[in-house]
């Protein structure tokens, strides 16, 4: 049971540590391209197909994706310069907030 519970540990923290992988490397590419970035999130999560892979693709970007497509949509309102300084402020809380996460459980 301890090995199972074990286990199950390790594969949700690699999970959660290839969310927050995940997500700061969409973040990066939404300092480039953001409004691409915002439109393909809405197309995965609201124009899905009800199939199985519809359905799949759609709960894991909602998972993966969610948390940088909604600031991403709260900074691409303000002026440009502001809006690409606070992109790149959350991308690098991001990447700091996965390496801390990767040092606390030396992944």
């Known amino acids: 049971m301890k090995k199972v519970i074990g286990f199950a540990l390790a594969i949700i923290i690699l999970a959660v540590g290839t969310m927050f992988f995940c997500n700061a490397l969409y973040g990066l590419l939404s300092l480039i391209f953001q409004r691409?970035?915002?439109?393909?999130?809405?197309?995965?999560?609201?124009?899905?197909?009800?199939?199985?892979?519809?359905y799949c693709?759609?709960?894991?970007v909602m998972a993966v994706f969610t948390p940088n497509s909604y600031v991403q949509k709260r900074i691409n309102r303000a002026p440009f310069i502001v809006n690409r300084l606070l992109a790149l402020i959350f991308v690098i809380w991001f990447w700091i907030l996965g390496f801390t996460t990767g040092m606390i459980y030396n992944i």
């Open 36 to 54: 691409a970035s915002i439109y393909q999130y809405k197309q995965f999560v609201y124009d899905y197909k009800p199939t199985i892979r519809g």
């Open 57 to 60: 693709a759609k709960y894991l």
